[in-house]
């Protein structure tokens, strides 16, 4: 059976204790190195990969200090504290020996406990009812995703728009070719929405991610449960200054369960 281009892109050969390998991956390149969403799926399979059985992501943080160039890479993870349930683990990635990224994973072992969701899913078209972006000729990683807008889909404008527009965008995601959906992939989908300055601009310049947040809100069962069906992606920005933007977004499961929630700060070349 062929390997899927995502676990091919975040597979990890052990070299000591504490210690990984792997290779950039050429079939999810962006404009200047991988793009950010396996890196961080990389960074947490290297936290996870030393865990007792039953631990699970409830948090995940990476910094991108640099862009990863092509060819391997070495990962090393540290559990920093390891309590009854929630361990804390440190991770660096590097290259050539310059650090390229690094994060801080919390896991715990989840357990079932009283539950509520005030949050509510959109009501939007189901998948099938939205056309399919066209990703053919693009960047190497859109072509690694099926992207289904429901509204506030970014149009590429040659010149800025006078009036800054809305940096909210709602569509249906998904691996392509379709794959069972598990904790790394569902990190790497918390990376798919395009830089909102992008949106409210109009035009694209130099940027890129300097900073993600990951929550997870279901166990990795709950996950396993959404199988390869698209996850309903919803996006935003509260302001952008200086040179950094924010994002803020959400990913809900075709049942109404919210997934995973995601901020980040961006960089932008004015």
């Known amino acids: 059976m062929d390997v899927h281009p995502f676990d091919a892109a975040v597979a990890l ?14 079939p999810y390149w962006n404009m200047a190195g991988p793009f950010g969403g396996t890196t961080a799926a990389v960074l947490l399979h290297a936290a996870l990969m030393d865990q007792p059985d039953g631990i699970e992501p409830v948090a995940l943080t990476v910094n991108y200090c640099a862009a990863l160039a092509r060819g391997g890479f070495t990962i090393d993870a540290r559990t920093v504290r390891a309590g009854k349930s929630v361990r804390h683990v440190s991770v660096e990635m590097q290259q050539e020996g310059g650090i390229v990224a690094t994060a801080s994973a919390v896991l715990a072992a989840r357990r079932d406990t009283w539950a509520h969701q005030p949050a509510t899913m959109p009501d939007v078209p189901p998948p099938e009812a939205v056309p399919e972006l066209p990703t053919d000729g693009r960047l ?6 099926e992207f289904r807008f429901v509204h506030g889909l970014w149009t590429p404008q040659t010149q ?3 009036t800054p527009q809305s940096a909210h965008s709602t569509l249906w995601v998904a691996d392509k070719p379709r794959r069972p959906l598990d904790v790394l992939s569902l990190a790497a989908l918390c990376d798919v929405f395009f830089v909102r300055a992008f949106h409210v601009r109009g035009t694209m310049v130099p940027a890129g991610t300097v900073t993600m947040t990951v929550h997870f809100h279901a166990s990795a069962a709950e996950i396993a449960a959404q199988g390869s069906a698209p996850l309903l992606g ?31 700060m961006t960089w932008f070349k004015e």
């Open 13 to 26: 050969t052990r070299e000591g204790d504490g210690r990984f390998a792997g290779t950039a991956p050429p």
């Open 140 to 145: 190497a990683w859109l072509q690694r995703y």
């Open 160 to 162: 800025a728009h006078a």
């Open 234 to 264: 919803t996006v935003d920005a509260h302001t952008f200054a200086r040179h950094f933007g924010d994002q803020i977004a959400q990913l809900w499961g075709r049942d109404g369960r919210l997934l995973a929630t995601t901020t980040q």
